[in-house]
């Protein structure tokens, strides 16, 4: 397993940028898919974006165009890039990791961040 810890969220206005920033600890960075997720009270947490170790990537229709998933295998840190941002986008956003996208898909990796909070509020 590995150690997450997100960080960059915050309150933006309709229409701006966040980049958010997912530092890993442990071994075997460069083998693991990673993920990022959000949750709003009383919805299940939804996977918006995943990197495969490969580079492949996979976002949700509703952030399609708009985020992108990054990774830097030497810093151990996966980034997500949030523009044209929209008051539906607030959420608790998580970082997550598995060494299969599958588990990802189905809310199930093996490891979680603690998560950062995104306002998007004018």
């Known amino acids: 397993q590995v150690q997450l810890v997100e960080s960059g969220g915050g309150l933006v206005q309709p229409g701006g940028s966040l980049r958010l920033s997912c530092a890993a600890s442990?071994?075997?960075?460069?083998?693991?898919?990673m993920g990022w997720y959000r949750q709003v009270p009383g919805k299940q947490r939804e996977l918006v974006a995943a990197?495969?170790?490969?580079?492949?990537?996979n976002y949700a229709d509703s952030v399609k165009g708009r985020f992108t998933i990054s990774r830097d295998n030497a810093q151990k840190t996966v980034y997500l890039q949030m523009n044209s941002l929209k008051p539906e986008d607030t959420a608790t956003y998580y970082c997550?990791?598995?060494?299969?996208?599958?588990?990802?898909?189905?809310?199930?990796?093996?490891?979680w961040g603690q998560g950062t909070q995104v306002t998007v509020s004018s």
């Open positions: 997550a990791a598995d060494q299969s996208l599958h588990n990802l898909m189905i809310r199930t990796p093996g490891s």
């Open positions: 442990g071994s075997l960075f460069s083998a693991y898919t």
């Open positions: 990197i495969t170790s490969g580079g492949s990537t």
